[in-house]
């Protein structure tokens, strides 16, 4: 079955621990990206990767790190979190399937920094 | 600046009615448009249109793109209330992989 896995779903922590949130892909695909979802603001685009390390920013890429190591795997790291990083996070990858353009989202990670 | 506007916000129709969401952008380069469908989860892919591929249809939804006025909409016919949920836009501007989405369209099917 075609997927995006994120781990962890939730996660809370405090200020200043690093932390890292896995996104992992099994449709070979190429794209990844990474976006946060507030209320009124919408989704937002954070960083994307075309390929294997190839990775450039979105929007709002301030206080993020991310990596493309291998093409199934694009982490999200937050090197030194602050509360304004509380969001809903989406790990998203996209490509052709079966000669037809698909993209698929993760399920989300719910990020409280305290 | 890049910018994607959907209209309008919200929306509530009965069950059987066709909707019309309306998405426009500004961008440099413009290369494709994408839609989706957001319920209560994570985002789920719809359509995407370029320059080559204008117009796309899967069974009641429906989406054109019009380059000339810098817009596209997303039709959809004999609702549902399982079609309750936000429609989200985006665009790809230039040779990127960025995506810059509007702020949504939140659609209500009252049974």
């Known amino acids: 079955e075609a997927q995006v896995t994120q781990n962890p779903r939730y996660l809370i922590t405090v200020t200043g621990k690093k932390l890292t949130v896995t996104c992992s892909q099994n449709m070979n695909h190429e794209y990844m990206s990474w976006y946060r979802q507030d209320p009124g603001l919408g989704l937002r685009q954070i960083y994307y990767s075309m390929n294997v390390e190839v990775t450039d920013k979105g929007d709002v890429p301030e206080g993020y790190k991310v990596s493309r190591k291998e093409k199934r795997n694009f982490p999200l790291i937050l090197e030194s979190p602050s509360p304004n990083q509380t969001s809903l996070y989406f790990c998203?990858?996209?490509?052709?399937?079966?000669?037809?353009?698909?993209?698929?989202f993760g399920p989300g990670t719910r990020l409280l920094v305290l | 600046e890049d910018k994607v506007v959907q209209s309008p916000l919200s929306l509530v129709v009965h069950e059987g009615d066709t909707v019309t969401l309306n998405c426009s952008y500004e961008?440099?380069?413009?290369?494709?448009l994408l839609w989706y469908k957001q319920e209560k989860k994570a985002p789920t892919f719809l359509f995407m249109l370029?320059?080559?591929?204008i117009e796309k249809k899967s069974g009641r939804l429906s989406s054109i793109l019009d380059k000339k006025e810098l817009s596209s909409i997303l039709n959809i016919t004999a609702t549902q209330t399982g079609d309750s949920a936000i429609y989200l836009c985006?665009?790809?501007?230039?040779?990127?992989?960025?995506?810059?989405f509007g702020q949504g369209t939140t659609l209500q099917v009252k049974p």
């Open positions: 998203a990858s996209r490509g052709r399937l079966a000669g037809r353009e698909t993209q698929y």
């Open positions: 370029t320059s080559s591929g």
């Open positions: 985006a665009v790809t501007p230039g040779n990127t992989g960025k995506l810059i």
């Open positions: 961008v440099t380069n413009f290369r494709s």
